[in-house]
């Protein structure tokens, strides 16, 4: 599986912005995709995950109410739309996904295999 991450860029405090996760081979029913962030000098820290392809989707309690998944079967797609965007939401995003993820461990970095490059995301205030 490989992963592209696209769709950061800069907005003011309050925007949004649709980050999109592409994923490459044969569609699979136990592929949990997730997303993550970090900031230079920061542990990277889970935002949300789309578990076992939309079986049911998690997210941080940092983003819950401003964020939403999405998914396009047709496309092999995730997409992460971020609304309401603060300063605090500053970082580089990433992409995961795993086959082998268990509902326990889904916030976990280490649950995944397959990882994206980052796209930055900046929200100015």
């Known amino acids: 599986v490989q992963l592209q991450a696209s769709g950061g860029g800069l907005v003011q405090a309050g925007g949004s912005l649709r980050l999109s996760c592409a994923r490459s081979?044969?569609?699979?029913?136990?592929?949990?995709t997730a997303w993550f962030r970090q900031v230079p000098g920061k542990e990277r820290e889970f935002v949300a995950a789309?578990?076992?392809?939309?079986?049911?989707?998690l997210f941080a309690d940092s983003v819950k109410g401003r964020f939403t998944l999405s998914r396009d079967n047709a496309k092999n797609t995730v997409y992460l739309q971020m609304n309401s965007l603060k300063p605090d939401d500053t970082a580089v995003y990433y992409c995961?996904?795993?086959?082998?993820?268990?509902?326990?461990?889904?916030?976990?970095?280490?649950?995944?295999?397959?990882w994206g490059q980052g796209t930055l995301v900046t929200v100015s205030s």
């Open positions: 789309d578990f076992r392809s939309g079986s049911t989707t």
């Open positions: 081979g044969r569609p699979s029913r136990t592929l949990t």
């Open positions: 995961a996904a795993s086959e082998r993820v268990i509902y326990s461990t889904v916030y976990r970095e280490s649950s995944y295999s397959y």
